[in-house]
Structures are given as structure tokens and as C-alpha cells.
């Protein structure tokens, strides 16, 4: 049997991991008795000129920093040593990037925050002695079984020009430097960076794990690079619909692509994530990480319910206020998302619309005083009373006196095709990202914008069950059946199809030109809410199903139809029909809560 290879007193056990400029092994250390990672750079990049030096150098600053959430570096290979090393803590729990990839459903975003939270304390840390990391990614972070965040592999790092005069990027052999898809633009460009290039990479990991996907893809390198160069990512919201705006924001202004307009320090972008971290009632970062990652499906439908518990509250507040209303939406709209049949939410949607309501009723009363004060009360009155502009019976004002003819009016947006019962909020638009194809209507709902290019490529026949609302790329087109045919331009189309009885379909349709393509969707039904106000004592039954108590804390989902509710109170039995909704919330009270009938 072969001894172990060493490296001083290490002993290499077996590789864990490799990359670009290393191999990372599990070894054991013979003198402090205790088992490390040690990273071996690959040996052609000590023949870099001074790489060797500067390497130890920079290795020994990062060894130097004492914080939590930095991954600790024990040692660097001596001078005298053929091989560049340096040893770390041996984290066995494994890499952000490993749990991401464990995670099967779309992560809650609150998890985007008690990651930000970590990294911006070790990232700080470094900023402040000069270190700029350059290579953050989901895999240079550790993730240990405690739940903490650790900032790992400075092995890219440089010192910026206060701690080194000759501070130039370590390259790998006059290759980028870093991981492309978390580059910063200056990177790209190989401009000057500084710490705001970290907080660039960071940017894109929270919007990773916000949307479920990466802001400039992971294709071809070019096609990455090119994306970065010029901020070519879809807006969050876009993706991730109901994201907080103000989490949104804070990601989103990490990707800016002029490095004055992100935060300007690690501690800045922490402090916004810190207001929402109160917000969410999220104490220990860590904590919270580790028991939403350790939790069975039980525990974590008890971590989400304490979040929609602030989110309803948040709401709430603003609504009493009449602060805000966008926001309260925002705020219940992502309760909803989390927990569907939420009935306090859902009471605040409705509130949230009647604010919403009355706003419009406010704004449209100011209009009509300011269309009198400019127009003159007359020519108010005559539209009101229905007189056409031109049509000049006895006492009408000339021609040229006329209110100007309007524009027809444009469609609604996506966005606010919704009932009073669940508005949305529209996403913001940010003038830097690509356009959506251009989208026409073949068959569309009187008055909607009909066809304006009579060359459209391509054909796409749609059929719906039930019927649904239509939007392609954002853009309202109709309601099915009325709507049939879509002409689109060749290309990737987002279809949205809605129907307040059914879940949101999304559906993505590539479409080559001259191509005719049909589609047939069936929606999934939702299911109906029904609360039961149970008198105590009551057991409850719902066609045959016994009910537990806790059960009917929150509204019962119910299959749409008919149903039959009994309420056993002693030994007498009442029963009550009612009429179970898709996606609807009723209500039904015991017979046993009347006073004379009460036990």
C-alpha cells in the first residue's frame, strides 16, 4: 500500500473538489491532529512571474481577517515548498451552490436575504482590509451545518493599491478571472475594479435565488459576456412576480451597470437587507438558514406560515394607514404565493382593492376639475349630456373650439386585467432591458388593438379549457374563445393564460417563420375555500370526512360542488348544503351558534 502523498505536515487524503487554478483535497494535519481542506494551485502558475510571491502575500492578508464569515485559511505553503498551498477549515456540510442544487421547489426569498446578510459581514470585513474577493459564486460559499455563510477561495483575490502598489488581478495564464456568469462588467472589460464589483457577483446570486435562474444566462461564453457588457437581464419582477419591490430594488441595483449606481459598500447594501430581515422577523440569519435546510415538509410549512404572519401584519399596517397600497398588495399578493388559501389575506386583497377603488374615484374627480377649470364647464356638461364634438346645433361652440379628439385607448396591461378580489402589481419597467418580440393579434375581443403587421410569420391556434385571459410577453390580447389565433413573430413568446377559478398557466412557445402551431391547455382548477365557524363542541364532518379542531383555524379546501357539512354538538346533528367555488371563499356558520340552539 502506497504512503499518502504530504505536504509538510499534511497529509492528502482524497480530492474533493477542482477548478481552474486548483485541486482541493481532504487531508489531515499532523501536528494539530485534525482534519483541513488544502487547495494545491495548479503548477504552471507559479512559472506567472511573481505569481508565487504575491500569491503567499495575499494568502497571508486573507489569514489575517478574523470574522465569522470568512472561510479561516490556517496555513500557506513555504517558500521553500515546490507546490503552492494553503490549507482551510474542512467545511463536510458542502457549498451554497450544493444546496441549491438539492432544493427541488422555488426557494422562499427571505432565504436570498439570510444569505445576502452573511456574505455582506465577511465580504465588509475584506472590503475594509483592502481585499476584493472576484470570484463570488455560489460555490465559494460554505455553507456549515450551523447554518452559517462563509466567504471562501480568495485565491483570485488582489489587493487593492492601498495595501500594494504593484496590485494588478492574478490571471490565469492571460485568461478572465472569475466564474463568467457572476462577473462584473469592469471585469468583463478589464477595467479597474474595486468593492463594488463584489457586490455586483453577489447581485446576481440573491437573483438567482429570487428567480430560480440566472440573470445572463450560462450559455455560450460570448453570448454571457456580451449580456453583462451592456446589463441585458429581464427585470426581476418579471420573473419572480411576486418578489418584495424593495428586496427587488436592492438586487436590482447590484447589476447596475455604472459601479456608482449599486451600493457603495458592503455595510450600505447590508443595512437595506437588515430593514427587511426586521421586517420578516428573521433574529439569526443563520438560524433561520439552518432550519429551513434541516426542516422535514412539516417544519417547513410552519417556517413559511411565520412569514406570511409579518407579511399579513406589514400589510395590514400600511392599510390602516393609508399608506402605500402598491406595496400592501405587493405584500399580500406574495403571502397568497406562499400560502394560496391564506383567509386573512385574502381579506386584505379585498381591502387593498377598495382602497385601490377609491383612489381611482379621487384621481378621476381631480381630473374632471381640472378638465373644467381648463375646458370651460360647457363643454364638460355637452360631453356629458352625449354631444358629439362637431356636430354644431344652436348654441355649440365653433369647431376650432372643440376639445381635442382622444386617442383610442391602448389595452389594459397584463398587469391590471385582474377582479377587485386580486389585484396585482404591474412590475416595474427598466429602460435598459431588450424589448419583448413584437406580439399581434389575428381574432381579437372588440376593442381590443387589432393586427397592425398583415406579414406576421407565424400562426399559433389556441384553445383553452376553461377560458382564460391571454397575455403574450406581458402584453393583455383577450380572452379565449373569442381569441383563437395569435399571430407572432419568429422567436421565444411567454404566454400567461388566467381564469379566477384556475391556477396560473405559463407557457413558453417557439415559433419559426411561416409556422402554424396549435395548442390545447387545460387550466388545473383551484380548489374551493370554505370557512367553518364550529361552536364549541361541534364535530364537524365534510361529505363523510371528520374535521380536527386546528383544522378549521384556517378555511378548508374543498373540491368544487356541491357539499354536505354536519355538525355533531352531543347527541343532535345538524346538516347544512352549500355550494363549494373553484377558487372562491365561503362561509358557513354552525346551526349550534344560535343562542337557543346553543349546548
Known amino acids: ?79 521553500s515548498s515546490e507546490e503552492l498551498y494553503f490549507v482551510t477549515e474542512l467545511v463536510e456540510t458542502g457549498t451554497v451552490a450544493d444546496w441549491l442544487d438539492r432544493e427541488q421547489d422555488p426557494l422562499p426569498h427571505e432565504l436570498a436575504v439570510c444569505v445576502g446578510l452573511q456574505v455582506l459581514r465577511g465580504l465588509a470585513a475584506a472590503h475594509r482590509e483592502g481585499i476584493i474577493h472576484r470570484d463570488l459564486k455560489p460555490e465559494n460559499l460554505m455553507l456549515t451545518a450551523e ?52 457586490l455586483f457577483s453577489l447581485g446576481v446570486i440573491l437573483y438567482r435565488m429570487v428567480a430560480g435562474r440566472l440573470p445572463f444566462g450560462d450559455g455560450p461564453l460570448m453570448q454571457t459576456l456580451k449580456r453583462i457588457a451592456t446589463g441585458a437581464y429581464e427585470d426581476l419582477a418579471g420573473v419572480a412576480p411576486t418578489v418584495d419591490p424593495r428586496l427587488a430594488a436592492v438586487i436590482e441595483s447590484c447589476l447596475s451597470l455604472n459601479a456608482d449606481e449599486r451600493p457603495q459598500s458592503a455595510e450600505e447594501m447590508r443595512t437595506s437587507l437588515l430593514e427587511l430581515a426586521r421586517l420578516r422577523e428573521i433574529g439569526d440569519p443563520a438560524e433561520s438558514l439552518r432550519t429551513w435546510r434541516d426542516a422535514d415538509e412539516e ?21 390602516e394607514k393609508k399608506q402605500d397600497p402598491t406595496l400592501a398588495i405587493s405584500l399580500v399578493n406574495r403571502a397568497l404565493d406562499i400560502q394560496p388559501f391564506h383567509f386573512e389575506a385574502y381579506r386584505l386583497l379585498q381591502a387593498t382593492g377598495e382602497q385601490q377603488r377609491s383612489r381611482a374615484a379621487l384621481i378621476a374627480g381631480v381630473l374632471l376639475a381640472v378638465t373644467v377649470s381648463v375646458l370651460g364647464g360647457w363643454q364638460v356638461v355637452q360631453y356629458l349630456d352625449g354631444h358629439k364634438p362637431g356636430d354644431n346645433r344652436p348654441g355649440d361652440a365653433p369647431p376650432e373650439l372643440e376639445a381635442p379628439r382622444q386617442a383610442p385607448a391602448e389595452p389594459e396591461a397584463a398587469g391590471e386585467r385582474e377582479t377587485k378580489s386580486a389585484p396585482k402589481v404591474p412590475p416595474p419597467r427598466r429602460t435598459r432591458s431588450p424589448a419583448p418580440p413584437p406580439t399581434e393579434q389575428a381574432t381579437a375581443m372588440p ?45 421565444s413568446h411567454t404566454l400567461r393564460l388566467r381564469n379566477p377559478q384556475t391556477r396560473l398557466v405559463e407557457l413558453e412557445v417557439d415559433i419559426a417563420p411561416g409556422e402554424t402551431l396549435e395548442r390545447v391547455v387545460d387550466l388545473p382548477v383551484l380548489p374551493a375555500l370554505l370557512e367553518i365557524v364550529a361552536a364549541p363542541g361541534d364535530e364537524v364532518t365534510v361529505d363523510g370526512t371528520a374535521l380536527a379542531p386546528e383544522t378549521l383555524r384556517e378555511p378548508v379546501e374543498l373540491e368544487h360542488g ?38
Open 147 to 198: 447554518g452559517h455563510v462563509e466567504v471562501a477561495d480568495f485565491g483570485v483575490a488582489h489587493l487593492d493599491a492601498r495595501l500594494d502598489e504593484d496590485a494588478q488581478p492574478l490571471t490565469l495564464s492571460g485568461n478572465l478571472v472569475g466564474s463568467p456568469s457572476y462577473m462584473s462588467p469592469e471585469q468583463v472589460e478589464g477595467g479597474a475594479i474595486d468593492a463594488r464589483s463584489d
Open 562 to 599: 356541491t357539499r354536505e357539512v354536519h355538525f355533531r354538538n352531543g347527541d343532535e346533528v345538524r346538516t347544512l348544503t352549500v355550494d363549494a367555488m373553484a377558487g372562491r371563499l365561503g362561509r358557513i356558520e354552525s346551526p349550534f351558534l344560535a343562542g337557543e340552539n346553543r349546548r
Open 299 to 319: 417544519g417547513r410549512k410552519q417556517w413559511k406560515y411565520r412569514v406570511v404572519t409579518t407579511l399579513v401584519e406589514e400589510a395590514r399596517g400600511l392599510l
Open 447 to 491: 376593442g381590443t388593438r387589432p393586427a397592425v403587421d398583415p406579414v406576421a410569420d407565424g400562426r399559433l391556434v389556441l384553445t383553452t379549457r376553461p377560458w382564460a385571459e391571454v397575455s403574450v410577453n406581458g402584453e393583455a390580447v383577450g380572452k379565449t374563445p373569442l381569441v383563437r389565433e395569435l399571430r407572432l413573430r419568429p422567436g
Open 1 to 79: 500500500m502506497s504512503e499518502p502523498r504530504r505536504l509538510g505536515r499534511y497529509e492528502l487524503k482524497e480530492e474533493i473538489g477542482a477548478g481552474a487554478s486548483a485541486r482541493v483535497y481532504r487531508a489531515y494535519d499532523t501536528e494539530l491532529k485534525r482534519e483541513v481542506a488544502v487547495k494545491v494551485l495548479h503548477p504552471h502558475l507559479r512559472r506567472e512571474g511573481s505569481f508565487a510571491a504575491r500569491f503567499r502575500r495575499e494568502a497571508q492578508a486573507v489569514a489575517a481577517l478574523q470574522n465569522p464569515h470568512i472561510l479561516p485559511v490556517y496555513d500557506v505553503a513555504p517558500e
